[in-house]
């Protein structure tokens, strides 16, 4: 059985809300919260599976209250129901620890799916949404100068470029030097260079590193 609370500020849509998972028998809604406040008492008070949780409500809007049950450990997911698919509100939610994003103009099919998605671990984001988030990070490879090297990569590729040594940067980073080692050889391979100094002249061509660090 999916444990469920409900919060939405609309009393309409969360009586059809309610109604809707309330039939499947797999389902069973517990609580229902107009308030991010209250929403969040009900997780503290039920510790539900799923919390379906409006992305605007008074006193705490959903993302507010996806982050609280987060730092408070509970062990609820949260699903975000929403008007609004842009950028912004989809990133937001992803880093407020949100486990699904669905737009309220779904069909009653697709929420359930999402619930029991979300229940089984699973991310979810609807289709509109899914395809603003490939727009949104297509965007940002393209901004990058090194789309090809992942984040950690391109971190330890700026510090080389500042002519920082293995060991300064793994001291940086609060890794090993190995590590920093591995992530060096990594990005040598991926930019098609040589050596060191090759990635620096790249680096640098490409507007990364700065004045050398002082010793």
Do not use: W
Request: glycine letters at 10%.
């Amino acid at each position: 059985m999916i444990r469920l609370i409900l919060a939405d500020d609309h009393p309409m849509y969360v009586s059809g809300l309610r109604a809707l998972l309330d039939a499947e028998p797999d389902m069973k809604v517990l609580a229902v919260a107009d308030t991010g406040a209250d929403a969040l008492r009900s997780a503290v008070e039920h510790r539900p599976d799923i919390a379906v949780l409006d992305i605007n409500m008074p006193d705490g809007d959903g993302l507010t209250v996806t982050a609280r049950m987060r730092a408070a450990g509970l062990p609820t997911r949260s699903l975000i129901l929403t008007m609004y698919d842009d950028d912004e509100n989809v990133l937001a939610a992803l880093r407020a620890g949100a486990h699904g994003y669905a737009l309220k103009g779904a069909g009653g099919e697709e929420i359930v799916a999402a619930v029991r998605a979300v229940a089984r671990g699973e991310a979810v984001f609807g289709a509109g949404v899914a395809a603003q988030l490939l727009a949104h990070f297509a965007r940002a490879a393209a901004a990058s100068p090194f789309p090809q090297l992942t984040e950690r990569e391109h971190e330890v590729l700026g510090l080389v470029a500042r002519g920082m040594d293995n060991t300064a940067i793994a001291r940086r980073l609060g890794v090993s030097g190995k590590t920093v080692r591995n992530h060096v050889s990594n990005v040598l391979t991926k930019l098609h260079v040589a050596d060191r100094s090759a990635a620096i002249l790249r680096a640098r061509e490409a507007g990364l590193g700065g004045p050398p660090e002082s010793r």
